[in-house]
């Protein structure tokens, strides 16, 4: 018998994570502002008894060319910390993970919100540290600019440090490069000590960050070599700060398309494609390039040299590399990435996909999976309908939950 | 007359503070009695530390879910927050609430604040005023960041909105720099509904100019009447309509508020309303709830029917419309 189970965890984004999800004919074109649409999409991942629901985010427009944005529905929706606390009074026992950002809070804030969070749902709240990238979100904050990449990783160390320090009632008192904090947390323990702390950076500061600190890491990975080398990366580093591979659950996003056969499968994928304007395609992919525009290269040219941006930079490196490898055109790589945006897409059948995951779950390249449904609600309840009782047949899978506290569900040690 | 209540829950230190079920089961009746709003706040102003297990916009997202027509308000500080941050917060808070929320912005400095948020030195008072007005004055500029007709959803056509109507806000002030604009739609209500409290006369002329509610002090319904005189003409002299600011008067409700006592507020009327300030204690709470609420009740069934399912609507605020 296999006790090791995958973790899933469902990665929620209005209408779907496809860029033209919301051009999709059955596609819920309110549903990033729609609480019932998250409270219905949220109890669907729960029935199918998934680890934690995530909220990505950005405090900012996601695209800096207004027309661009205003052919996707990425301007819009809630901020995340928001959605999660009401969710949490209308679910029971799914984990409610948010992003927020270590440039743009402060740690005795964030503190406190996470914990109030963690109150709200019983033991149910986790937090992805982000540094933000993004020039448009910085603008948000101040007149200087975004920082550059060490700098933001500086203070997200220290960030990291204070933040566990309050939650964990180490002796309060710090004055530091970036944050002073006098008093202890003035929120009582909350049912997990520390909310899970998750991370997704894949820099080389951003893995050594997760090694520290993280329970659990999101990655994007196309292949199954990048995601096992990405895993035996981050695994090896974890002893340089006495902590055992167990400690860390990694998981790469999947962007599943799940039918009945493979033919109608990849036919809903066409479908999908097809709904992407090139130019928002483009810009989606010069975003994620950290580049200013791709618009001015030829659209069915290879992709040009690039220099390394202060954005993502391990990103930018998987985008390149997976466009050099299949000898990609600009329009073609923009389709491909705007899709899935650089994570692992996989279309077909139950029993196929959850092939897929097995192989992965099964060759140590992961601990668990991401889920990035194309569009909502329509392939998530695909998803939960037809892979996870296929994950459950196969003994991967839980059939129940068994804790309360997310972290009894990742099987973490409580925080100490 | 409007009806509040305010829930101060950063419980004293040594008593564990109210659960989720127990507040949202004495805000589903104090909604059932047709109060307008509750008011939240999670921290004591003198700074004591709070034991209460919950932050307060954390909590009225919560509440929102289990809640159909009550106003919901938080108080946060201008200190533990960015305002692009807590702007966003209150704009998501009120769609998830169909149009029920307001930001109780406080004038006073909490002296626990500034050193827990790397802002060892403080503010002088003066300081701080300065850069409380600044930061509201961004919050409710992007809160109008969208216009109410923006978002088009035309999936045939492809356009998700009018980028026409999306305004960035180019905020360049004295302590703050912030492009804009949100990332969230227009609220069902125009915008949150701005709530101060702790005013100072200092501050009048800029809360009659900006707030939509202003909870006043305690005080006798002479005393109450002589506040709400002086900010009421001071509304009007920016431009603004007499019933686009409410003025609330702020009671204790122990057990010397006496039918008698009550009666004496709902026949002066000297302001705009009442506002009940209770503690994070059970008892207390049912206190009100038993005692005081059926009263309320009952000279609710003389109120004017509600205008609208928002809390702008509750105080009959009408829309804020653009400044």
């Known amino acids: 018998m296999s006790a090791r189970q995958m973790k899933l965890g469902l990665f929620l984004w209005a209408t779907g994570h496809h860029i033209a999800a919301w051009r999709h004919p059955d596609a819920h074109v309110t549903a990033g502002i729609d609480i019932d649409h998250y409270i219905a999409l949220a109890r669907t991942a729960e029935a199918g008894k998934f680890d934690m629901v995530f909220c990505e985010d950005a405090a900012g427009l996601r695209e800096a060319n207004v027309n661009i944005a205003s052919q996707t529905s990425r301007s819009i929706g809630f901020e995340p910390i928001s959605l999660l606390s009401a969710l949490a009074a209308r679910t029971e026992r799914i984990g409610l993970v948010s992003t927020a950002s270590t440039s743009y809070n402060e740690p005795y804030g964030l503190a406190r919100t996470f914990a109030s969070l963690d109150n709200l749902s019983g033991g149910r709240a986790g937090w992805n540290l982000v540094t933000s990238a993004s020039p448009i979100e910085a603008a948000n904050f101040g007149a200087t600019g975004l920082r550059p990449h060490a700098d933001r990783y500086a203070r997200a160390r220290e960030f990291a440090t204070v933040i566990t320090g309050l939650w964990n009632r180490r002796a309060a008192g710090h004055d530091g490069e970036s944050f002073s904090v006098r008093d202890p947390l003035d929120i009582p323990p909350s049912p997990q000590g520390a909310p899970v702390m998750v991370q997704a950076g894949a820099s080389d500061d951003g893995k050594d960050l997760a090694a520290r600190t993280a329970d659990v890491v999101f990655s994007a990975a196309q292949t199954f070599e990048e995601a096992k080398a990405f895993y035996d990366d981050l695994k090896a580093r974890l002893a340089a700060y006495g902590r055992q591979p167990d400690d860390v659950k990694i998981m790469p996003g999947v962007a599943p398309i799940v039918a009945a056969t493979k033919a109608e499968a990849q036919a809903k994928y066409d479908a999908l494609q097809e709904l992407i304007p090139d130019d928002v395609g483009v810009a989606l992919l010069s975003s994620y390039l950290s580049i200013s525009d791709l618009g001015r290269y030829q659209i069915d040219g290879p992709l040009p040299e690039l220099p390394e941006s202060e954005g993502m930079k391990s990103r930018q490196a998987l985008v390149i590399e997976q466009a050099r490898r299949d000898g990609l055109s600009i329009r073609e790589l923009a389709r491909y990435f705007a899709g899935a945006r650089g994570h692992w897409r996989v279309v077909g059948t139950a029993a196929q996909i959850a092939d897929e995951l097995q192989a992965r779950f099964e060759g140590g390249a992961a601990d668990g999976f991401n889920v990035m449904p194309s569009w909502f609600p329509g392939e998530l309840d695909a998803f939960a309908t037809m892979v996870v009782p296929e994950l459950q047949r196969r003994g991967l899978f839980r059939k129940d939950y068994e804790g309360r506290t997310l972290r009894e569900h990742l099987g973490l040690k409580r925080s100490v | ?323």
Not at chain 2, 297 to 302: G, S
């Open chain 2, 1 to 323: 007359m409007h009806l509040a209540v305010s829930l101060d829950i950063a419980s004293v230190t040594g008593r564990a503070g109210l659960t989720l079920a127990e507040i949202a089961g004495f805000v589903r009746k104090v909604e059932a009695a047709a109060v307008d709003m509750v008011a939240i706040s999670d921290s004591w102003p003198s700074g004591k530390p709070s034991t209460s297990p919950f932050e307060a916009t954390t909590l009225i997202a919560a509440l929102a879910t289990v809640t159909e027509k009550i106003g919901l308000v938080a108080s946060a500080s201008t200190l533990m927050h960015q305002p692009y941050n807590l702007a966003r917060r209150f704009a998501s808070l009120d769609i998830i609430s169909h149009g029920r929320v307001g930001w109780n912005a406080t004038m006073r400095q909490n002296p626990r604040e500034a050193v827990n948020f790397s802002r060892p030195e403080g503010f002088s008072d003066a300081d701080f005023r300065r850069r409380a007005q600044e930061y509201i004055g961004i919050v409710q500029g992007l809160w109008r960041g969208w216009d109410a007709d923006a978002l088009l959803f035309d999936k045939a056509g492809g356009r998700f909105h009018d980028p026409g109507k999306m305004h960035m806000l180019d905020h360049k002030g004295e302590f703050f720099s912030v492009r804009g604009p949100l990332n969230i739609a227009r609220s069902p209500q125009d915008t949150p509904v701005l709530v101060m409290s702790g005013l100072v006369e200092a501050e009048f002329d800029f809360a009659a100019r900006f707030a939509d509610v202003i909870l006043l002090g305690d005080g006798s319904p002479a005393n109450v009447k002589a506040a709400c005189d002086d900010l009421k003409p001071r509304a009007i002299a920016a431009g603004r309509e007499p019933k686009a600011l409410r003025v609330l008067a702020t009671i204790l409700p122990g057990p010397q508020l006496t039918a008698d006592r009550l009666d004496d507020w709902f026949e002066t009327e000297p302001c705009d309303g009442l506002n009940f300030t209770l503690p994070a204690d059970l008892s207390a709470l049912d206190d009100f709830a038993d005692r005081i609420l059926p009263n309320l009740r009952r000279r609710d069934l003389a109120r004017p029917a509600r205008t609208g399912a928002t809390l702008r609507g509750n105080l009959g605020l009408g829309t804020g419309g653009e400044r």
